[in-house]
């Protein structure tokens, strides 16, 4: 499909980082996975080790970026994500997805690489177009808790197409809806992990508001199919990647319950601020131009994520992220 080799992974370490490490070896590639392990976790890419084409840097993107050697392709994937993590580490998100963007364009333009940022749905804020469409605007708060992810990630973008059509750097950008799989952390607060984890010991399921609010959720093996077809496109405008299988909050909590095989009670918690009210993919771009589609429904995905959390529940509580 390509003659690129060599890729840099910002964020390797996390959930979609470290899966996106494994599938670039399982191609050939060398891999050079950069994390500062503020939120991801280095037993993410611990079995990768073994692999003589893998290598980890231990660096905060933020900061001067050197990298020796050729690079084909970067991959910027370096972020907090989970609501939670962002409202706690409010600069570091601002910083990572403004200064880190540049700095990973900038070695993108000195190595002539190919660049694919990470980019979200949270660019559609609370979404008054649905379901939303690439070329949807977005219906963001920039001065609320979420601004500083979504307003971050909208620089990145804007910083992304200035490097393609200033420097004429061939940049990808893809916008990620919820995605849900292995090596999720278990208190990252995300919908999944944590109805998955309170399932599992029996706790109360905390839904937030009503539990009216939908999602859409992606398994990690199709929205990392989607990133390696859209690398290897000609696309520099952005495209969703998310299944469209839409639900409410309240659903998936039930489901989750129901699949756990778990006896906890739903509880129901205020909803944060600016929590958007709907969210679904509008996939059409993607299926055009990648023929990509998801392949993974949500049951068969939810039971392989269950194999993980259930090993990780029962080796007991979950080490603190700092
Ligand atoms: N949510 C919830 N209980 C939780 C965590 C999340 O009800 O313990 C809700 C959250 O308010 C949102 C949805 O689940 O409406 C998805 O939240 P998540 O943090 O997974 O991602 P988001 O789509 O908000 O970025």
């Given amino acids: 499909m390509s003659k690129l080799k060599r890729v840099l992974i910002t964020g390797g370490a996390g959930f979609l980082g470290s899966h996106l490490c494994e599938r670039f070896l399982g191609e050939g590639w060398e891999v050079i996975c950069m994390d500062n392990l503020l939120t991801g976790d280095i037993s993410n890419v611990e079995a990768l080790f073994a692999e003589s084409r893998f290598h980890f840097e231990h660096r905060d993107v933020t900061e001067y970026l050197h990298v020796g050697g050729d690079l084909d392709a970067i991959l910027h994937f370096a972020s907090p994500a989970s609501p939670i993590d962002y409202l706690e580490l409010p600069i570091q998100t601002l910083k990572v997805g403004s200064l880190g963007t540049h700095k990973a364009l900038g070695l993108a333009r000195a190595k ?47 910083m992304t197409m200035a490097y393609h059509r200033f420097h004429g750097i061939p940049t990808r950008i893809v916008r990620i809806f919820n995605t849900y799989g292995p090596r999720m952390r278990l208190a990252d607060g ?29 398994y990690v093996d199709d929205l990392v199919e989607g990133i390696w077809r859209l ?33 906890s009670e739903i509880t129901f918690e205020p909803l944060p601020v600016d929590d958007p009210k709907v969210r679904q993919p509008d996939i059409r771009k993607a299926q055009a131009l990648l023929d990509w589609e998801p392949q993974v429904d949500l049951e068969t995905g939810l039971r392989r994520t269950l194999d993980y959390f259930r090993a990780r529940v029962s080796a007991g509580p979950p080490p603190s992220r700092r």
């Fill in 112 to 158: 002539g690489a190919r660049f694919l940022l990470a980019s979200t749905s949270e660019c559609y804020g609370d979404p008054q177009v649905h379901p939303q469409p690439e070329s949807y605007w977005g219906n963001v708060n920039p001065v609320g808790p979420r601004g500083v992810y979504d307003e971050a990630k909208r620089f990145a973008e804007a």
């Fill in 190 to 218: 995300r919908a999944l992990p944590a109805f998955m984890s309170q399932a599992l010991q029996g706790l109360p399921i905390t839904v937030f508001g009503d539990g009216s609010q939908t999602r859409s959720f992606c």
């Fill in 231 to 263: 690398l290897h496109s000609e696309e520099a405008e952005p495209v969703n990647i998310g299944n469209p299988s839409e639900m409410t909050i309240l659903e998936f909590a039930r489901k989750v319950v129901e699949l756990c095989g778990s006896s």
